[in-house]
């Protein structure tokens, strides 16, 4: 709750507290222990609140993300231009605060530059690692650029942070490390070994190339050898085609069947009856639900609504969290809003909305399988020179 920006000093600025739904939320405890750390490094000396499963918080004022993921704009470059937020206010600004707040948080950060600093992937747990994406063969190169070899697997936040900013050429490959670019200093490089056209085929791939550039840190990419070729007509968007609502099959199967198609500000979706108007759990329920004795678990809200045309369209507001709804089981003339898809009516498919009246489709004859890439990487000879060349245009300073 509360408004305002951060500000300098242990504080937040006007920010009153910041509530986190990390444990309220589905994920690998690893990233989310990372995130954690990071977040409580921002607020500083402003309290951290933990959503729990099923806790409703109300705030009298508040400031919320953008979009759950702002690489996906429809206009893919919305956030990074100059004044994108405020009258010369853009996410650089956003993004140099937070990082001048993480190092302040950590003892010791300026230290001895590290001239390059390699990680391969080829640490972890190959068990909890499924996807491939190492670097074949980057012992040599290693050798030859007298480079620190990390594992972020073994590295505490603290290492993690005083690692990424002493180093003044980062050599990798692709993966979820890309958020330790935030701990760089400007003026260093960002090298990595990729699959360009595969690599770039993935809208967070090229988020992240913008989120580098608003560090002020260099990108570079080094052409790994052996890619996969991709056909002419490959997609740059996920497979993404936009075509009128009326015309999309979820549209019209909908209608054809007799089902109900319901349209909010951002969702298009089909509904289907599960049956009778019960009260009782079917025979057939989700695991999801069995698993959580606690029916008032799956519950996230309860409305006066006449129908359930009402419940819906209230549901469809709370997006993936709501798959559900049914007559209250206590009051008559209201309607449950369910996490789970039980319930007299239930969520069947749905799709992405634009103002314009297109809906979202996913051609799959043009989509770039993510197998692609997760294969490993060999550098080519020629990387060597590249990489050293990176390090005589580092221009890190260590002052920050």
Sequence with gaps: GGGGGGGGGGGGGGVERVVV????SVGLPSPKGWFADLVRRVAGSVPIENMEVGDVICFEEVLINFHPCPYHFQDEGLLWREGSLYPNFSMSHVLLWARDRIWASVPEVRGKP????????????????MKSRKWQGYEEFARELDADI????KLSFDQEVRTMFGAEVFVTVPGAHHA???????????????????AESF???????????ALGVRWEAIEAEGCPSLNSDASSDSGEVWVERTAHPLYVFGRVLQDRVAETARQMCWWRKQGEEETEARPNSSLISKLFLDDSWGLLEELHAEDGAVAMDRCQQWELDCQGVRPSRSRSGSWELLRTSEGYWRKWS?????????ARLVDRTTLVAHVLYDIDLTAPASALALMRGALRSSSGVLEG
Excluded: I, K
């Design 21 to 24: 739904n990390l444990r309220a």
């Design 114 to 129: 590290r001239g390059f600093v390699l990680f391969a992937r080829q640490g972890g747990n190959p068990a909890q690692n």
């Design 150 to 153: 990390v594992d972020f697997t």
């Design 180 to 198: 330790a670019v935030l701990f760089m200093r400007p003026g260093t490089a960002w090298v990595e070994l990729q699959c360009s056209r595969v």
């Design 203 to 213: 809208y967070w791939y090229r988020g992240f190339q913008r989120l580098v550039r």
């Design 350 to 358: 749905c799709a992405e909305v634009r103002l314009d009246g297109t």
